[in-house]
């Protein structure tokens, strides 16, 4: 299976600060199809995962402009410009380039300062 | 809207097997693969396997072979996911979740609507 290796493993953040989040995978995310299988989730306190950003840097619909996703190859970086208090959870990072197989990395736990 | 209702949770003694049901509205089911996802407490996600609701055919994470069964009733649009000989460490929170299509500018969605999530305790 294709390890996710998300860093950090929690970030405690100022409202209004930026913060980041690293995904590595141990294999190439790029499909022969063209297409790069990284997913974004964020799963607030008591809920499903969300989906966030799809194929590396598309927003899903309703998610905020302060979220970008970018990277290529087996890096990945999930931005928030401002964090504001209901960005608060765990961002998860998910490959589904390999089926069966699918995988998800640890998670970042954001907070709030 | 897409909704995935999953069934309340469950209490099970080690041995025994559990049967979760997620049903689906606001969409075409048979459209869409269902995948199934799990969470121990305090721990991450993990991919247990999906199934094709209109064939039927399924496609399972290699760890759950031999113990996972996944079926659909296209009827009332609803799936399932049954673990047999439960361990205590199969106590967690499974999720239904739906196998998206494609954006307008053809970038797959991905993994896009969850279930609530089902409870499973596995206790003597």
């Known amino acids: 299976d294709i390890v996710m290796t998300q860093t950090p493993l929690s970030l405690s953040v100022t409202p209004g600060q930026p913060a980041s989040i690293s995904c590595k995978s141990s294999?190439?995310?790029?499909?022969?199809?063209?297409?790069?299988?990284l997913y974004w989730y964020l799963q607030k306190p008591g809920q499903p995962p969300q989906l966030l950003i799809y194929?590396?840097?598309n927003r899903f619909s309703g998610v905020p402009d302060r979220f970008s996703g970018s990277g290529s190859g087996t890096d990945f970086t999930l931005k928030i410009s401002r964090v504001e208090a209901e960005d608060v959870g765990v961002y998860y990072c998910?490959?589904?380039?390999?089926?069966?197989?699918?995988?998800f990395g640890g998670g970042t736990k954001v907070e709030i300062k | 809207q897409v909704q995935l209702v999953q069934s309340g949770a469950e209490v099970k003694k080690p041995g025994a097997s559990v049967k979760v049901s997620c049903k689906a509205s606001?969409?075409?089911?048979?459209?869409?693969?269902m995948h199934w996802v799990r969470q121990a407490p305090g721990q991450g996600l993990e991919w247990m396997g999906w199934?094709?609701?209109?064939?039927?055919?399924?496609n399972y994470a290699q760890k759950f072979q031999g113990r996972v069964t996944m079926t659909r009733d296209t009827s009332i649009s609803t799936a399932y996911m049954e673990l047999s000989r439960l361990r205590s460490d199969d106590t967690a929170v499974y999720y239904c979740?739906?196998?998206?299509?494609?954006?307008?500018?053809?970038?797959?969605?991905?993994?896009?609507?969850w279930g609530q999530g089902t409870l499973v305790t596995v206790s003597s």
């Open positions: 294999q190439s995310l790029l499909h022969s199809d063209g297409k790069t299988y």
């Open positions: 998910m490959q589904s380039i390999q089926l069966p197989g699918l995988t």
């Open positions: 979740a739906r196998d998206g299509d494609y954006d307008s500018s053809g970038y797959y969605y991905g993994i896009d609507y």
């Open positions: 199934i094709n609701p209109n064939s039927g055919g399924t």
């Open positions: 194929e590396v840097s």
């Open positions: 606001g969409y075409t089911f048979t459209g869409y693969y």
